[in-house]
Every structure is written in structure tokens, then in C-alpha cells.
């Protein structure tokens, strides 16, 4: 059973960071394509990147290059996303999703791959 | 502003089809297939259709897709109480090189 299971909430002050983690269940790190994507209040989702672990390729939606970091630690079988720089405007429900390969994943390209699976979200509140 | 256009609600009564549209453009949904999700309060959100019109395991064949050219629509048939959520459209964009989703529809059964 593939299964995505995300860390905490968090609180933050303005200025400062957040990591997010998504531990992935039901196969190894290479069998798997992972997106961030996340829900601010009142907003519709929102795509922040991804990575492809197996190729160690990683994307950044362009509104959040420079501030985002999204890893695999393939010890752990975990996805991190980390967003530096938070303002108020980051507090939102941040989801991990992954599209699942069966076997090794293998394209290169993040359009191959479906949102098959997704965490239940981490909720991060910035505020002073 | 979502780059993906979805009505902001809708509505059906138990029993009735409903479909809901995406419209997009020649660097999303023009060239690459459309994806739908259903977001029920507090849940994850969950793939309903992939590919266009292609249901995932598990998924009613109530809920259908389909697309033409530039725009898609996700319609629901046999509409139940339990079908009421925020429904996503998304597609990759070849412009801004990432997901796209549609603002999101509120589905509500009367």
C-alpha cells in the first residue's frame, strides 16, 4: 500500500524557515516522483516543485525559486521540502504527492507523472 | 489568478449529472493531458481522473473526463451527498515549466 505520511504543524516567525517532511511507504525513493504543492486560505493549490529521485532532478515553480529546497534522503525514504524567507503569506496547508512507478521511475520529465498519491498536509502558520 | 479557469461553484440535486469545465491554454492544457482532483474538507486531496479521461482504481464510473483542444470537463453522474467537495483541474505548463491547477469548484449537492 502506497502511503504518504507527513510531518507536523509548524509555527514559524516571520524571516525565518520551515521543513517539511513526506515519508514514503510501498516502495523505495527510486520508485517514486514527488511534488510539493500547497493550499493557502481562501486560495485555489499551488505547485511549488518537485523531484525525481532516482535521477536527482528537481524543478522549482518559478514564484519560489531562491527560497524553496526540495531533497530525498533515500536512508530515511523521505521527501523534504524546505521554504526559507516566510512571511504571513506562506501560512497555508502544504501536501506532499508523488506519483507512484511500480518499479523504477523513468522519465526525466515531471509531465510523465500523474499526482497519484498525496499526504495529508502539514499546516504551517507564520506570524509574529 | 489561476492560470487554469474553473467555475468558482456549481450545483446539482441527488441523482442529477453535473459537469464542471477547465479552460486553459496552448502551453497547458492545449498539449498535455488534464488531470482532475476531488478535495474534501480536511482530507487529502484524491486523483480522480488522469490522462483526460483515464479513472485510477477505484474511482466510481460516475465521475468521467474528457477534453477538446484547449478546455476539459469533468462530469459527475448520479450525483450523492458525499460528492460534495472542491473539485482541481491541472495540467503541466510549458511556459512557466511546472503544474497548473484551476482555481477549484465547490461542488455543493442540494
Known amino acids: 500500500q502506497v502511503q504518504l505520511v507527513q510531518s507536523g504543524s509548524e509555527v514559524k516567525k516571520p524571516g525565518s524557515s520551515v521543513k517539511v517532511s513526506c515519508k514514503a511507504s510501498g516502495g523505495t525513493l527510486s520508485s517514486f516522483a514527488f511534488s510539493w504543492v500547497r493550499r493557502a486560505p481562501g486560495q485555489g493549490l499551488e505547485w511549488m516543485g518537485g523531484i525525481i529521485p532516482v535521477f536527482d532532478i528537481v524543478k522549482y515553480a518559478q514564484r519560489f525559486q531562491g527560497r524553496v529546497t526540495i531533497t530525498a534522503d533515500e536512508s530515511t525514504g523521505t521527501a523534504n521540502m524546505e521554504l526559507s524567507s516566510l512571511t504571513s503569506e506562506d501560512t497555508a496547508l502544504y501536501y506532499c504527492?508523488?506519483?507512484?512507478?511500480?518499479?523504477?521511475?523513468?522519465?526525466?520529465?515531471?509531465?510523465?507523472?500523474?499526482?497519484?498519491?498525496w499526504g495529508k498536509g502539514t499546516t504551517v502558520t507564520v506570524s509574529s | 489568478q489561476s492560470v487554469l479557469t474553473q467555475p468558482p461553484s456549481a450545483s446539482g440535486t441527488p441523482g442529477q449529472r453535473v459537469t464542471i469545465s477547465c479552460s486553459g491554454g496552448?502551453?497547458?492544457?492545449?498539449?498535455?493531458?488534464v488531470n482532475w482532483f476531488q478535495h474534501l474538507p480536511g482530507a487529502a486531496p484524491k486523483l480522480l481522473i488522469h490522462s483526460n479521461h483515464q479513472r485510477p482504481s477505484g474511482v466510481p464510473d460516475r465521475f468521467s473526463g474528457s477534453k477538446s483542444v484547449t478546455s476539459a470537463s469533468l462530469a459527475i453522474s448520479g450525483l450523492q451527498s458525499e460528492d460534495e467537495a472542491y473539485y482541481y483541474c491541472a495540467a503541466w505548463d510549458d511556459s512557466v515549466n511546472g503544474w497548473v491547477f484551476g482555481g477549484g469548484t465547490k461542488l455543493t449537492v442540494l
Open positions: 496552448s502551453s497547458n492544457v492545449g498539449i498535455f493531458s
Open positions: 504527492a508523488a506519483a507512484h512507478c511500480g518499479g523504477q521511475c523513468y522519465s526525466r520529465y515531471f509531465y510523465n507523472y500523474n499526482l497519484d498519491v
